[in-house]
């Protein structure tokens, strides 16, 4: 028998747990937050390499829900540096109490529904038993980091890093010779302050990616008072905008102007370093590959423009998939950190990854020795956080049985099958596709009404139905199919994760359409979910 009761367990205390508890908390709900970490801030806890920093505005990305903390927490830079959003994540736990409820260096193991009392016994790593009316999973789109799948890394005599789950104290590679596995975003925004430190840098590229330099820069006075000041009316704009960024519409496909006319639009976007806004500067550029290809190419220029040696500059543009479905990067300095001669580009698509040895990395060409290696190679992004809990909904089946063949859900949320369980920015939700502060908010709300409204209405069980599930699945897929999204093989398909289903894990239709959607659920009494009263009104 579980020894504790609680209302709510939520798992993970990031952005989306915290907001969560304080939610909860507020509505008189009793709450249990359980945390693998020492502390709390989620991605931003773990991602500590050298340059992490967020590729969306700080004064975006940020809570809402509190005028007060809008207004006396100041960001400095324009994107904010990681250990700037650690502190702002303590800042909002310690301002509002809310460690008192979690329970750090804690991991669910599973979580497990009774069908007969309604309520879920949720095990930790502790051996610590509680009982829940609500289980919500708080656990994050990335935060399951990922090896890259070659032999031998235990016979390596340096040391091995993941950019996922960095060392608290920082690591200095001055001197050293270093291997980076990876040029996603993690690897595109470290490589170029690793490789300054190092003596010498290999970076084993797979595929190159898009990437345009971030502009970041410290904020000045005005600029912040004049975002306090209007604060409401932006963050209105930004929860009904397409990817939770206010840019403005767009009208045109890319295909109808001008190469002049196209190219300075796309010059404006980067020179704000505003990934959005060349991604939504046309109608098409996300939907018609000749339309895409138009932006592709204005950012393969820019590459030839900054990286000396033709060759190399032809080896780091991608060509495989179109701009903006593998996730575009912000960077500082990245492609001219080629350009250094202690630096070069193994190109592994060409000579792939053998073994890790003893000294370094083995190509099919040759072995590399190397004193440090740095794994840059992501997450299971989306499930693996979900699946790895062992979590067993109505009749015992399992979440990653279900999932066998690709996430399926009800607006992200919810999973027929597991009854008042909620999973904050959960699969074939906007999540990653969006700023993910707008999308967890959203989420968040939507959950915490959700759970006043069936107490209010004396409702034990909220169960999605297999029908609502069906619709939402079909609706997610075929949306997806209206853009290019699907052709690529990115972590948005799984495919970077040998063996996972090929699925389009998040929904494009947009941030405002998709609470319109969620908004008009709960307007007609939670369509889509069979309600169970409580046993004494049954
Ligand atoms: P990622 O985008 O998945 O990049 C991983 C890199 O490792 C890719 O270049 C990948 O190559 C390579 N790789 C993976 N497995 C490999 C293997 N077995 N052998 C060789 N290479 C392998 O991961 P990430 O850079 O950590 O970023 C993940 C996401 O986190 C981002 O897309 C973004 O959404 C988020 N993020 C955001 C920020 C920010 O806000 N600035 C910063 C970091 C991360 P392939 O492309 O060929 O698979």
New binding site residues.
């Given amino acids: 028998m579980p020894e504790k009761s609680v209302d709510v367990v939520i798992v993970g205390a990031g952005f989306s747990g915290l907001y969560q508890l304080y939610k909860l908390r507020e509505m008189g709900l009793t709450t249990r937050v359980f945390e693998a970490g020492s502390g709390v801030g989620g991605t931003w806890y773990w991602n500590r390499y050298p340059g992490?920093?967020?590729?969306v505005e700080s004064l975006n990305y940020s809570y809402s829900f509190s005028p007060e903390l809008e207004q006396e927490w100041t960001w400095t830079e324009k994107y904010s540096p990681q250990p700037e959003i650690l502190s702002y994540a303590e800042h909002v736990a310690d301002r509002f109490d809310l460690k008192k409820d979690i329970t750090f260096d804690t991991r669910v193991e599973s979580a497990v529904y009774d069908d007969d009392t309604h309520r879920w016994t949720v095990t930790t790593d502790s051996g610590e038993v509680v009982s829940t009316q609500f289980f919500v999973m708080a656990t994050g789109c990335?935060s399951v980091s990922k090896a890259?799948?070659?032999p031998g890394a235990e016979k390596f005599g340096g040391a091995i890093y993941h950019?996922?789950h960095w060392p608290h104290g920082g690591v200095d590679f001055t001197g050293q010779r270093i291997a980076v596995?990876?040029?996603?975003?993690?690897?595109i925004?470290s490589i170029p302050i690793m490789a300054a430190q190092a003596s010498e840098a290999t970076i084993?590229q797979?595929?190159p990616?898009f990437s345009m330099p971030a502009g970041n820069r410290k904020l000045t006075d005005d600029e912040v008072r004049a975002r306090k000041e209007n604060y409401r009316e932006y963050r209105e704009a930004a929860k009904w905008s397409g990817f939770g960024v206010p840019v403005p519409e767009a009208t045109k496909s890319a295909l109808e102007v001008s190469e002049e006319e196209r190219n300075g639009v796309y010059q404006t976007g980067w020179d704000q370093g505003n990934l959005v806004a060349i991604l939504t500067s046309y109608i098409d550029t996300l939907a018609v590959k000749e339309a895409n290809e138009t932006a592709a190419e204005f950012v393969r220029a820019k590459i030839r423009d900054k990286v000396a040696d033709p060759e190399l500059a032809e080896a780091l543009s991608p060509r495989s998939f179109p701009f903006g479905t593998?996730?575009p990067c912000?960077d500082t300095g990245y492609y001219e950190t080629f350009n250094s001669e202690h630096v070069r580009l193994v190109d592994?698509h060409k000579t792939p990854?053998v073994e890790i040895t003893a000294k370094g990395v083995r190509t099919s060409e040759k072995e590399y020795e190397v004193d440090a290696i740095v794994f840059?190679?992501?997450?299971d992004a989306m499930t693996g956080a979900l699946t790895r809990v062992d979590i067993r909904g109505k009749g015992g089946v399992s979440l990653k049985e279900k999932w066998g063949e690709g996430p399926r859900s009800y607006l992200g949320i919810s999973v027929a099958g597991f009854p008042n369980m909620f999973t904050i920015t959960g699969p074939s939700s906007p999540s990653?596709l969006t700023n993910m502060m707008v999308a967890i908010e959203q989420h968040v709300d939507w959950v915490s009404d959700c759970i006043g409204w069936l107490r209010e209405n004396e409702v034990t069980e909220l169960a999605a139905t297999d029908e609502a599930e069906d619709e939402w699945v079909r609706h997610v897929e075929e949306v997806g199919n209206t853009t290019l999204y699907p052709t690529a093989d990115s972590?948005y398909m799984g495919s970077?994760v040998p063996g996972k289903p090929r699925v389009f894990m998040a929904y494009i239709g947009g941030m405002g359409v998709y609470r319109e959607k969620c908004d008009d659920v709960a307007a007609k009494g939670y369509d889509g979910f069979a309600l169970t009263p409580e046993p004494t009104r049954a």
Avoid at 52 to 55: E, G, I, L, S
């Fill in positions: 992490a920093r967020c590729d990335l890259p799948e070659i950019t996922g596995i990876g040029t996603g975003s993690s690897g925004q084993f797979r595929t990616n593998k996730r912000l592994i990854l840059a190679t992501g997450f990653v972590w970077n």
